[in-house]
């Protein structure tokens, strides 16, 4: 599923599976792995009740398009993301990785999260006195 430039892409109930890699990625085209299940590109995505598994590279991918015209954003509620290489893919500095876990099961994935930055612990408790 592909969202790019300026466009918004809302979709609920969604199943993606067994998400492979271009053909030619090991050899004529190498730079053009692919493998994503959903990807927003300079756009809004916006999926809920979904499932995306086995995903080659990565479950879902956020980044920013060749000509930004708005902010790209990725919002996923009440589904799986399972059994991909990465399952959150995030190339976007400093996006709120919270938009990424309402109700969302990241499991089975080789790593849950790939991004631009690392996320901020929230402050620790305190101590009892």
């Known amino acids: 599923l592909l969202a790019l430039e300026d466009s918004t892409v809302e979709v609920q109930d969604l199943s993606i599976a067994r998400v ?8 004529t085209c190498p730079e053009r792995v ?27 991918l956020l980044s920013l398009a060749l000509r930004p015209a ?13 059994t991909s290489s990465i399952g959150a893919c995030i190339q976007v500095d400093g996006y709120d990785l919270g938009r990424l876990t309402q109700g969302v099961l990241y499991r089975d994935n080789v790593t849950n999260l790939d991004s631009t930055m690392l996320p901020v612990p929230g402050p620790a408790d305190p101590a009892p006195l």
């Open 20 to 27: 492979s890699p271009a053909a030619c990625s090991s050899s």
């Open 34 to 60: 692919y493998g994503h299940g959903a990807i927003t590109a300079g756009a809004t995505m916006r999926l809920t009740r979904f499932q995306v598994r086995d995903a080659a590279t990565c479950g879902v």
């Open 70 to 82: 708005m902010p790209p954003s990725l919002d996923l509620a009440m589904g799986v993301v399972s």
